[in-house]
């Protein structure tokens, strides 16, 4: 979807990046099973993090098997299998997608917006949402219109755009957990979707500038960002660094401590090298070898 939720592999065990990699596969290997073949197209690092994350709170045990991959044939490759955190995390990246898509659409001028129309047509072949997901995705629908609303008014207020946003990874990383894990992940939600907003509205300045599409950072900040501009935009993502970093301390991976260390290598280290790499206006290296969605 966004892909700046991604672990420094350098810093992975070995074993740990082997169980990343595989719970990637398995995803992908999920969608297909569940949302359709062209719902891989939606893969993300972001949805890995999500089941990750449900892994952890649920204490649910994966396990890991060799399955043929279409994009490589040749040898079987690691894959979770399907289990329900999986099927969550592949239905509800198909929901946000849809609705990404859709709201792509809406904000795009020219042939952008003819773009955004064929990308958008493609979600028709998307198998329809699970019943059991519809309270969630009217609560995601309600919080894309009202950040639609926001951006129709070419809203200023970072604080207002990057919360709606929130709120919505807030109710999808939370929904169906019980207690006090459902406030935990809700946060975590929460707070990494307004990273990711604000993340996104700075890579895409420039290109939203040229476009004359919506970018709440552009409508806050004027045409360009400078050196105290972005180091202000910096603080702002490093105090949401921080709270997402405070709801992973308080999850009990007691039985999980495998899954401990990918999630926090991405939110020690992956968020932050994502942070400095957006802030500086560095444009994202060529993705390493890595199981890509597979039609």
Sequence with gaps: MFGYVRP???????????????????????MGKTTGKLSKLALSYDFVFLALLRFAVRGEKVEVKLHRCPVHPFKKRPMLEVNDDLVYSARTSTILTRLKLKDNVNDSHGISRIKAKIAGGVSVFFKKTDASLKELEEKMVASIDELTALENQSSDSIDKTSSTFGTLLGNLASHGIDGANARILYDVGYHLGRLIYVLDAIDDFE?????????????????????????SIKCSMLIELEKISRGVELIDFFSAQDVERIIKNIVYIGLPNEIKRVISGEKRKKEPKHPRAHV
């Design 207 to 231: 290109k939203d500038k040229k476009s004359g599409s919506f970018n709440v950072i552009k409508n806050a900040y004027g045409e360009s960002l400078d050196e105290n501009m972005r180091e």
């Design 8 to 30: 420094y592999t350098p810093e992975l065990l070995v074993k740990d990046n082997e169980l990343y990699r595989a719970t990637y596969c398995g995803l992908c290997r999920t």
